[in-house]
């Protein structure tokens, strides 16, 4: 259920008329019906399928490679192995990307020469004339590995003498905040309290496995429908596959789930290969277990808070420190560990502080974005240790927070200063309010406990990458609009949103607009769907172009009517005069007037983020996001003590959205992305034992069913204070992130004892009560 | 491996098709266009490929085709059209349960076998019913909302005739 | 996808019966959760694939002798759903309401759940403390193995190659018995058991107990019955004493191992403390009910 939250003081909004309606999304239909095609239900006549071969082995020489078997099976139409690519490594910044030099020679290779430095790294492509072919063909390819040791365990991994994964060590980035003086600060505290706290490697688990076809045109263009969340990869592939970046065509498709797996290249770069090398068409699906083991996943922390109180709950002062596994290969490592640093300390004022956060190379699976980018990891610890110090100190936890939360104005860790709305207060108080009084229960065995948290987390990115994003508007003659806008929509309504502004700026209702989004060479290039940015620049950059639009209809509007632009409107289909609504020209007359006297229909529209310089690496102080949401989720458990089976019982989230463009669609992003925080919680681990997964399918690696989750209560507040369209702030990311500390805490307060490792699963709340019988 | 000539009755339209034995429903139904049942593991984890067969909800990744010879196939698609949609396809658009849309034809078909069992489930028996199909985009809710809304609506649709 | 194999599709269960083989390249499919997992994963290589799930004579439920049988290809939703089950097989229902998910339960056999020897099985520990049995059949013999006897380790059964499991039957429960049924898995759907357990209490009229059985899934090579805990419970009261004793004797009867779902010493634990919450909560009942 949404509930508004009760009016607080907010900017001036400009009255609108579908923005904040509850309004179908655009793209709802088609999927409710089954007629949406996504990137694997795409064929294509004389369609070759591919295959690919993969390391068994977490780290080893490749000695022997040998694919002459493979080639000679009849049906097989190739085989590629790194020998066959001219450049081949998967290059993850580019200028306008992430934009940094990174450590050469660390970029992972699409396909291992000489070595092979994780279990699932790509070592040969096949394709052939079926599936089951290619399958075949992959069995007769011939390995000989000279083993090496390797190394699965950051702490390991940062000793001298391990096994080194990329020269000259296992240092994969590091950061340092330096603020006032912690040592002055902890020296100055009451008490100090010290916890570490770890999180796992996990997976996205998107519905839809990885997936593409791809096909030469004739410009010799390669051609490639797949389901990403970038499609100006197109960039690296032709970089990788050496062809000129115009020859290559990502067309994306409405993507089934992407949570940050689908940032990273994934299945492209292997169909643009084939395909230029064949000069066919070629699929390539992956399979759920081949997902597991090929794409990103969230990183592993240990995050350790010792933070210094006063008796009174002022917090003086603050030692962090985060390690992060980044796995085989770096991919967004620096930048998830940078997101984390930042957000370390979460949403307090803390004047004395140090934070030194690494992120290590191992010979696990690699590790890169997923919903949250570090921030989530980051949170989990902190608002356990604010808990654990609300606990030291007897105090209520949220009047420990009250105490320490970043007000509008002032500078956060990093310092910046927030400009925004921070009502993290406010939102805790609401959320907690909709909890209630806690269920009571007559077996013993059961115990039942609340908790909260209060997160902040970015939304669009970071700022030296100078983040710019396009979109395009139009009206056609007869009144309708098109909107063209290069973002991919993961599915939680990025392309409504832009049609809604779209629609909302011209007075037509959203089922007069059409988009087409998601294509490299044909729609404007708008940026990742990542980092909860869409909404913020493709948003203000579609608002923007509907904008121009709308100041030409009006200009040829006050001509006919002998009025000010100012005195008219655009609403229902129609160009009216303010004071006289009577008076009346429908849209789709005057896009024609404007067309007979050539005037410009259709804008183009560049959004650019605010620029900052780089931070400080000595003490990373400066300005680094557009903006932060600041949120809160409350949460109730019945925890059953003889099994260690924990329910979730009740469960809300309260955001300040700024602007909820559609509250439907606002709802379902704190469901969704609750249910996500809820899960990271309480059951998923991907399970890596010496480099291998122990969870290789979705038997193991479990995710929420509709039975393990209560009905999430969104509690949308609106300050008008972000800095998208319409005032709204961020929602995708920030979502997810209070709802795994929420749990922790709902946990901790169940059973008077803190669990420092999540998953909380019933063996670690058996283990953990035992602990807290012993003393 | 021996091909053999089957039907496969889906959606109302009959199909012959020759299929070896190793072929599931869910690549043949695939094959035949009906993309709307989706692959999501391959191993009854998921729900993504669920349809009806002769009434009942499963998982045609764990089919074989040749056990669906001659048996009623009913995929979501199967249900409604954009033009005329089936009422949980349409309460599943107005109540926000489609996000990514991957797992909804599956949900589709599981929420209609409920209602056609029970046509005023509660919300744990909706929880019960499409425990078997995975959501990663919605946490559930709003799918849950769309069932009701439909029950109410076909309720209330059954009271006025 | 799935590996190459035949596939035949007989119509009668003699038909069936002619076709399987002494070698175990030849298997029966059944509803093929299991099997046709196996297969993608190439975890079962089998050439001949005879699909059983079908065949009529296979199918229902119903009373003969004295006895509950149920067909070895009736589904677990059969199962859920079925009256006789519900009065005569309180445990085995509870085990289906919770099996997997009800995609999975349309198609999961009774049959194939046991035949694929599992330790996890859910529907073995209540057909344990049913004492069911298993009813062979091949082509030219027929037998019954109580299915104590049937699993024999960690996918082992007692089953010839060349016979099929026909029916399940246990002798009709005495009026006013009582079954329950409770798994442990890491969510609360769709979950392999982490550990399960039921609980039968025969015969309740003397304010002792008369009969009761106890048998544990997941915590062995194969599903198990707790003797040694039956034992100290038969005739006598219920009190706290004796179930706490009880459900340590269970809890020692267990062969647990660790894996990634849990430990051996966790699941050791829980099987105490959860023998010892069924048995309190029986005695609570069959107090109440007396009152
Ligand atoms: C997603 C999922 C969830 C699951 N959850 C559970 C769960 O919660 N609890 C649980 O216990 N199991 C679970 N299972 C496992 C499986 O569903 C059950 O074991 C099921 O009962 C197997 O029956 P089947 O008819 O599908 O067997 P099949 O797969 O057809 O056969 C299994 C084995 O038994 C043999 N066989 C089958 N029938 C006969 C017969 N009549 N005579 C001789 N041999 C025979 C086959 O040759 C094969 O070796 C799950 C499986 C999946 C895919
Ligand atoms: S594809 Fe069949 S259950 Fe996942
Ligand atoms: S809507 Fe994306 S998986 Fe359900």
Redesign the interface.
Same mark, same amino acid.
């Not at chain 1, 409405?254 to 789930?257: A, E, L, Q, R, V």
């Not at chain 1, 469901?671 to 996500?676: D, E, T």
């Given at each position: 259920m949404t509930a508004k939250g009760k009016a607080l003081p907010r900017l001036d909004l400009p009255p609108l008329r579908q923005v904040g309606r509850?309004l179908?999304?655009v793209?709802?239909?088609?999927?409710?019906?089954?007629? +949406?095609?996504?990137a694997?239900?795409f064929t294509m006549p004389d369609m070759l399928h591919a295959k690919v071969f993969r390391s068994s082995e977490p780290s080893a020489h490749i000695k022997q490679l040998n694919v002459n078997k493979a080639r000679a099976l009849p049906g097989v139409a190739c085989v590629l192995t790194a020998d066959d690519l001219p450049d081949g490594k998967l290059i993850t910044d580019m200028p306008g990307q992430t934009g940094q030099e990174r450590r050469k020679e660390s970029d992972a290779p699409v396909l291992a020469a000489r070595g092979v430095r994780f279990v699932g790294e790509p070592i040969a492509l096949v394709a052939a004339e079926t599936?089951?072919i290619a399958?075949q063909a992959l069995k007769l390819i011939e390995i000989e590995y000279e083993v090496l040791p390797g190394v699965f365990d950051p702490l390991e991994a940062i000793k001298p003498g391990a096994p080194i994964i990329h020269k000259p060590d296992n240092i994969v980035a590091s950061w340092k905040i330096r603020k006032g003086n912690a040592e002055a600060g902890l020296a100055a505290a009451d008490l100090i309290v010290e916890n570490t706290f770890r999180v796992p490697f996990i997976d996205?688990?998107?519905?839809? &496995?990885e997936a593409g076809v791809a096909w030469m045109d004739d410009q010799d263009v390669i051609n490639i429908r797949v389901c990403t969340q970038v499609v100006e990869h197109f960039r690296s592939i032709a970089q990788a596959v050496g062809v000129p970046h115009n020859k290559v065509h990502v067309r994306g498709t409405?993507?089934?789930?992407g949570?940050g797996g689908k940032e990273d290249i994934t299945v492209e770069i292997f169909l643009a290969l084939l395909t230029k090398e064949t000069r066919r068409p070629v699929r390539l #699906?992956y !399979?759920?277990e081949e997902s597991i083991l090929a794409h990103s996943k969230r990183h592993p922390f240990i995050i350790t808070h010792r933070t210094g109180v006063k008796n009174n709950g002022r917090i003086t002062g603050a030692k962090i420190n985060m390690i992060s596994d980044s796995g085989a290969y770096p991919y967004l490592s620096p930048y998830v560990l940078l997101y984390a640093t930042v957000t370390s300390c979460g949403p307090y004022r803390i004047d004395n502080l140090t934070v030194d956060s690494v992120s290590v190379a191992t010979n696990n699976p690699f590790a890169s974005a997923f919903r949250g980018f570090g921030g989530a990891q980051a949170a989990v610890a902190y608002e356990q240790q604010m808990d654990e110090m609300a606990k030291a100190l007897a105090m209520d936890p949220l009047e420990l927070r009250k105490i320490n939360y970043l007000k509008t104005g002032d500078f956060n860790a990093i310092g910046q200063q927030i400009k925004s709305a921070i009502w993290l207060e406010e939102e805790a108080t609401q959320a907690l309010a909709a909890l209630g009084k806690k269920e009571s229960v007559s077996d013993d065995?059961i115990k039942i406990g609340q908790g909260f948290a209060t997160t902040m987390q970015s939304y669009g990115r970071i700022m030296w990458f100078h983040d710019t994003s396009r979109s395009w508007v139009g009206i056609e003659q007869d009144g309708t609009i098109v909107v063209r806008c290069g973002a991919p929509d993961?599915?939680?309504?990025q392309a409504n949103s832009l049609c809604l502004i779209a629609a909302e700026v011209l007075g037509v209702s959203l089922t007069d607009v059409t988009f087409y989004n998601s294509d490299s060479a044909v729609t404007p290039l708008a940026g990742t769907t990542t980092a909860t940015r869409q909404l913020y620049m493709s948003g203000n950059a579609t608002l923007k172009a509907a904008k121009m639009v709308r100041e030409v209809l009006l200009d040829r509007a006050a001509q006919h009517f002998r009025e000010k632009p100012n005195n008219l409107d655009l609403a229902d289909n129609k160009v009216f005069i303010k004071s006289d609504p009577q008076q009346w020209l429908s849209l789709a007359d005057l896009s024609k007037m404007c067309a007979v006297d050539g005037l410009k229909l259709q804008h183009l529209a560049l959004f650019a983020a605010p620029f900052a310089d780089k931070l400080n690496p000595e003490n990373l102080q400066g300005d680094i996001f557009p903006d932060f949401t600041f949120s809160a989720h409350a949460i109730e458990v019945a925890v059953d003590t003889? +099994?260690?089976?924990i +329910?979730v019982l009740k469960s809300v989230g309260c955001h300040d959205v700024g602007r909820a463009i559609n509250p439907? #669609?606002v709802?379902?992003q704190i469901?969704?992305?609750? #249910?996500?925080g809820i899960g990271y919680a309480?059951?998923e681990e991907v399970?890596v034992r010496d480099g291998v997964t122990?969870?290789p399918?979705?038997?193991?690696f479990?995710? &929420? !069913?509709?039975?393990?989750?209560p !009905?999430?209560r969104a509690i949308i507040l609106e300050s008008g204070t972000g800095v998208g369209p319409f005032g709204a702030k961020g929602i995708g990311e920030p979502a997810l992130t209070p709802a795994a500390p929420a749990v922790a805490n709902a946990v901790a307060n169940a059973i008077g004892v803190r669990i420092h490792n999540l998953p909380l699963?019933?063996?670690r709340v058996?283990a953990a009560l035992d602990r807290a019988k012993r003393g | 491996m021996k091909a053999k000539a089957i039907t496969l009755n889906v959606n109302g339209r009959r199909h012959q098709v020759t299929l070896f034995p190793n072929v599931t429903l869910l690549e043949a139904l695939r094959d035949l266009n009906y993309t709307d049942v989706k692959n999501g593991c391959e191993k009854g984890d998921c729900g993504a490929c669920a349809v009806e067969l002769n009434g009942r909800i499963i998982n045609s990744c764990l089919v074989l085709a040749w056990q669906a010879d001659g048996a009623r196939i009913l995929t979501n698609a199967g249900l409604g059209t954009m033009e005329s949609p089936h009422p949980l396809q349409e309460a599943f658009a107005d109540a926000g349960a489609v996000q990514c849309g991957y797992c909804t034809s599956g949900m589709i078909i599981a929420a209609k076998a409920l209602l056609d069992e029970n046509p005023n489930p509660s919300e744990t028996e909706i929880r019960e019913a499409i425990s078997g199909n995975l959501c990663r985009c919605t946490g559930y809710s709003q799918i849950i909302n769309a069932v009701q809304m439909t029950a109410e609506k076909m309720m209330q649709q059954k009271a006025q005739e | 996808m799935l590996p190459e194999f035949e596939l035949l599709m007989p119509r009668t269960l003699p038909e069936a019966l002619e076709m399987m083989d002494e070698s175990s390249k030849v298997m029966p499919l059944a509803g093929g959760t299991n099997l046709l997992v196996d297969l993608r994963g190439r975890l079962s290589r089998p050439q001949t694939l005879i699909n059983i799930g079908g065949l009529d004579e296979l199918r229902g439920v119903r009373v003969e002798d004295g006895y509950i049988v149920v067909g070895s290809a009736a589904t677990i939703a059969d199962l859920k759903r079925n009256a006789l089950i519900a009065k005569h097989g309180q445990a085995l229902r509870q085990a289906a309401t919770v099996f997997a998910n009800p995609l999975i339960r349309n198609r999961a056999t009774i049959g194939g759940n046991l035949a694929y020897g599992s330790p996890a099985a859910d529907a073995a520990p209540p057909l344990l403390v049913l004492g069911a049995e298993v009813e062979l059949l091949s082509k030219d013999t027929r037998r019954t193995v109580p299915l104590e006897e049937f699993i024999t380790g960690v996918r082992k059964t007692v089953r010839h190659p060349r016979e099929l499991i026909t029916a399940i039957r246990w002798p009709i429960p005495p009026e006013g018995s009582v079954g329950v049924f409770r798994k442990l898995g890491l969510r609360k759907a769709d979950a392999i058991s982490v550990l399960s357990i039921a609980v039968m209490l025969l015969h309740m009229d003397t304010g002792d107990c008369d009969q009761l059985r106890i048998a544990l899934g997941a915590v062995a090579p194969t599903p198990i019955r707790a003797a040694a805990a039956e034992d100290l419970l038969d005739g006598g009261p219920l009190t706290p004493e004796v179930i706490a004793q009880a459900a340590q004797l269970a809890s020692e009867a267990t062969q647990a191992i660790g894996d990634i779902r849990g430990s051996a010493a966790y699941r050791k634990r829980v099987i105490t403390a959860l023998v010892q919450r069924l048995l309190t909560n029986l005695a609570k009942d069959t107090k109440e009910k007396k009152h």
């Open positions: 509850p179908r999304r793209d709802a239909l088609g999927k409710a019906v089954g007629t +949406t095609v996504y694997g239900d599936l089951a399958e996205h688990a998107y519905i839809e &496995p409405m993507i089934g789930g949570f #699906a !399979t759920r065995a993961l599915g939680a309504g003889k +099994t260690g089976e +329910t439907i #669609a709802e379902g469901q969704g992305g609750s #249910a996500q309480l059951m399970q122990r969870t399918s979705l038997s193991e479990l995710i &929420p !069913t509709a039975k393990d989750l !009905t999430t699963t019933p063996e058996l | - | -």
